[in-house]
């Protein structure tokens, strides 16, 4: 899977251009601000219709213009995107009124300095790495999370009510909608989780961190909701006004050496425990899609020492966007293809 050029307009502080990329590594140089993320974001933006950075999608727009424009263009079919408030997807030249419709057209894996908030974060941060990784698999879990979350907030509307105002005819059919779209949550994450967690062990280890693990802290304990549980609790919802089981209050515990690494974990461990649970999620895509994903890489070896950095990179393979203040920050015998940038404006050498 390669992404073979882009092509962007109106988005954030990148001058509009086209540009023609290298299928191995691709190296982003230029000073903090210059735009670097931005261009990653493109690329990101292009395969998923969404940021890695905001939920906010009117901040992708370039100052005082009304839209964006992206044309992405891989070694199998073109991609493009207009967005002026409202989102128009074209997938080889046939517009698609679904997400999923569009989704896995360009499998894409992003590692940023901001991965350490998947560990040191809220477990909302580690849910939303899960169900992202699982919609690149499967565009479907993307609708039935979709509905689970308007089904929650109708339930948690209902919740809110003065107690002898809530009709709970409509609390149980809410109910049966809640228990359906949450297992079919429930029975995907269950599928991912074992492969994850392989995954993360062996890559922590071949980056020399022993000890790690990772556990699914369910808050139905059994990762199956039904109505007798949900029978069970609703005394407890009513009193709080909000739902206290489901997926949307689960949460992933990575662990080291039997304790919590946000907890107990050092800066460097947390750093590499970031890395690896990003690598896993590459590893996984790749057996899963049957092509290598497109690795995005925004200083993600900045802070990790020479024997790391090599490490890293030496686990790395297919096409690679490494963007960097300092070309010292990866592995410059890899480099195929260099692209500087200074005030959003991109020149290839």
């Known amino acids: 899977m390669i992404l073979q050029k882009i092509e962007y307009n109106g988005f954030?502080?990148?001058?509009?251009?086209r540009?023609?990329?290298?299928?191995?590594?691709?190296?982003?140089?230029?000073?903090?601000?210059a735009g670097k993320t931005n261009l990653l974001e493109a690329i990101f933006f292009s395969a998923y219709t969404r940021s890695f950075r905001t939920n906010d999608e009117r901040n992708l727009l370039k100052f005082n213009e009304p839209s964006l424009r992206i044309q992405a263009k891989s070694d199998k079919t073109e991609a493009n995107i207009f967005y002026n408030g409202e989102k128009?997807?074209?997938l080889g030249g046939v517009e698609k009124n679904r997400l999923s419709e569009f989704i896995g057209w360009l499998a894409v894996c992003i590692f940023?300095?901001?991965?350490?908030?998947i560990l040191r974060g809220t477990p909302s941060r580690r849910r939303?790495?899960?169900?992202?990784?699982i919609s690149k698999l499967n565009p479907n879990y993307l609708v039935n999370l979709s509905?689970?979350?308007?089904?929650?907030?109708?339930?948690?509307?209902?919740?809110?009510?003065?107690?002898?105002d809530i009709d709970i005819e409509l609390l149980n059919v809410i109910n049966e909608q809640m228990i359906h779209y949450g297992n079919e949550i429930y029975k995907e994450r269950g599928k991912i989780i074992p492969v994850l967690k392989e995954k993360f062990v062996g890559v922590g280890q071949a980056l020399g961190l022993n000890g790690l693990d990772m556990e699914y802290r369910d808050s139905t304990f059994k990762m199956q909701l039904d109505l007798e549980l949900l029978k069970e609790r609703e005394p407890e919802d009513i009193k709080y006004k909000i739902t206290g089981i489901g997926p949307h209050r689960d949460d992933i515990l990575i662990i080291r050496n039997r304790r919590p690494i946000k907890d107990f974990g050092s800066d460097g461990e947390v750093r590499l425990s970031a890395i690896a649970l990003k690598i896993a999620e590459s590893e996984i895509l790749q057996e899963k899609l049957g092509g290598k994903p497109i690795l995005?890489?925004?200083?993600?070896?900045?802070?990790?020492?020479?024997?790391?950095?090599?490490?890293?990179?030496?686990?790395?393979?297919?096409?690679?966007?490494?963007?960097?203040?300092?070309e010292d920050n990866c592995t410059k015998k890899m480099v195929k293809k260099r692209f500087f940038i200074q005030g959003g404006q991109v020149e290839v050498s």
């Open 88 to 90: 128009r997807l074209t």
């Open 19 to 33: 540009l023609e990329f290298s299928d191995q590594l691709n190296l982003i140089i230029g000073p903090n601000g």
């Open 296 to 326: 995005l890489l925004d200083e993600a070896a900045s802070e990790l020492d020479q024997k790391r950095k090599e490490a890293l990179f030496d686990m790395l393979s297919g096409q690679i966007f490494y963007a960097t203040v300092n």
């Open 147 to 164: 509905e689970y979350r308007r089904i929650l907030r109708q339930r948690n509307c209902l919740l809110q009510m003065d107690q002898t």
């Open 12 to 17: 954030r502080n990148l001058v509009d251009n």
């Open 112 to 117: 940023s300095l901001d991965d350490v908030w």
């Open 128 to 133: 939303a790495f899960l169900d992202w990784l």
